[in-house]
């Protein structure tokens, strides 16, 4: 039997696979974007591309968010002392519920503060020395892990493409 492929507007062969860069303005028929509403149709493909390629799409809108507070505290061997609280968040509205944690170091003083987010909690490359120099610019810096949402799928771990794992799924 033979398996037909799912025509895709995207395209499929693997960016490493070809020399330079992609033409942003090339359109999937092999026209140019000629003026400013193709390029804005030609623009919400790359958003979509980009969205579907690294994050798998984006989740329904939550009907309902809930947070809770896991801890606060202050990190005294940092200079300034800067406040460390830790939340689960859980939305509500797909199929299920999804629940991740996010910690969030940050200045002491009045705030808001700018952020800096940092996805790749599940890495974790974050260094003290990275975070007290967030601290020192008067940043935020919001940490969480990624693949408690949806698994990573460019992980060599992932034999099963067509499976997709985590809380979205």
């Not at 969480?144 to 949402?149: H, L, S, V």
Request: aromatic share 12%.
């Amino acid at each position: 039997m033979v398996q037909m492929q799912k025509e895709s507007a995207y395209p499929t062969e693997p960016i490493v696979n070809k020399p330079g860069l992609p033409d942003p303005f090339l359109k999937s028929s092999g026209a140019r974007v000629a003026n400013v509403g193709e390029w804005e149709e030609q623009a919400e493909f790359w958003r979509n591309l980009v969205m579907d390629m690294e994050y798998g799409g984006l989740p329904p809108t939550p009907t309902r968010i809930e947070v809770e507070l896991l801890a606060r505290a202050g990190v005294r061997r940092f200079d300034g002392e800067p406040n460390f609280w830790s939340y689960r968040i859980t939305a509500y509205g797909g199929s299920r519920p999804i629940s991740f944690c996010v910690q969030i170091l940050f200045p002491k003083g009045e705030g808001p503060f700018p952020a800096i987010i940092n996805g790749d909690g599940c890495w974790w490359y974050m260094t003290d020395e990275i975070a007290q120099s967030v601290m020192s610019s008067g940043c935020a810096l919001v940490m969480f892990n990624r693949t408690e949402i949806v698994e990573d799928r460019g992980s060599t771990a992932v034999t099963e493409l067509s499976k997709k794992v985590g809380g979205l799924y």
